[in-house]
């Protein structure tokens, strides 16, 4: 018998020994052809496709050799949006809720994304290789990371710049609640003074106090 392709939907999902196998047929009719068709794709990528909903469901492109049906593709139209806008030479792998990776080939970036359900704000992880960036963000909260600075922080508030010559601290207040605050250089052959009271970092009117480097400025 000549091999023959045939295209069905998916009116059932069935997991033996974790491989999955669909139920195909017509989901308008709510009518089943054949049960226990195996995927054939990808070896290493799993997608399980959904149950049919309200007369709609996942398609699958099957092969028909003899008595055997394998499933060599399937796509599902109600997923489509999720995607986005994409170009051409990107790729996603998406499902029907928020979370989904991207892959954009104009600025060479690899994309997470979801949603914080707590705050109904995105969440994005990306590798931006056009820029040199790694960056997270969680609503207004961010973190990014160049090829020689690290900058954390939250949008309209307080941020923090480490940089190879500097560490850069912005915002209304900062505090450090610590046993001991040690501000300067450390000399050469010079012991650590004890930890007492005066050993903090303070600043008055004379200038910084028990603070080895005289380089020290306080202000705005």
């Known amino acids: 018998m000549a091999d023959i392709f045939i295209h069905t939907d998916v009116v059932g999902v069935d997991i033996v020994d974790s491989e999955v196998r669909l139920r195909v047929g017509d989901a308008t009719k709510e009518q089943g052809w054949s049960k226990d068709a195996a995927i054939y794709g990808l070896a290493g990528f799993v997608s399980v496709p959904l149950p049919p909903e309200n007369g709609e469901a996942a398609q699958a492109l099957c092969l028909d050799s003899g008595n055997s049906r394998r499933v060599i593709a399937t796509r599902d139209n109600r997923l489509a949006s999720k995607a986005g806008a994409l170009k051409p030479g990107d790729a996603a792998i998406f499902c029907d809720n928020e979370a989904r990776l991207l892959l954009k080939r104009d600025t060479d970036t690899i994309s997470l994304y979801s949603k914080n359900a707590n705050t109904?704000?995105?969440?994005?992880?990306?590798?931006?290789?056009?820029?040199?960036?790694?960056?997270?963000?969680?609503?207004?909260?961010?973190?990014?990371?160049?090829?020689?600075?690290?900058?954390?922080?939250?949008?309209?508030?307080?941020?923090?710049?480490?940089?190879?010559?500097?560490?850069?601290?912005?915002?209304?207040?900062?505090?450090?609640?610590?046993?001991?605050?040690?501000?300067?250089?450390?000399v050469p052959g010079l012991q650590m003074a004890p930890n007492v009271p005066t050993n903090a970092v303070a600043v008055g009117v004379a200038g910084p106090v028990n603070v080895v480097s005289t380089k020290v400025f306080v202000g705005l």
Do not use: P
């Open 120 to 186: 109904d704000q995105s969440m994005l992880a990306a590798v931006n290789g056009q820029d040199g960036v790694i960056s997270l963000v969680n609503g207004e909260a961010f973190l990014e990371i160049g090829a020689d600075y690290v900058s954390m922080g939250v949008k309209d508030g307080c941020t923090i710049k480490i940089g190879k010559d500097s560490v850069d601290v912005f915002g209304n207040a900062f505090q450090a609640a610590v046993n001991l605050c040690l501000l300067g250089w450390q």
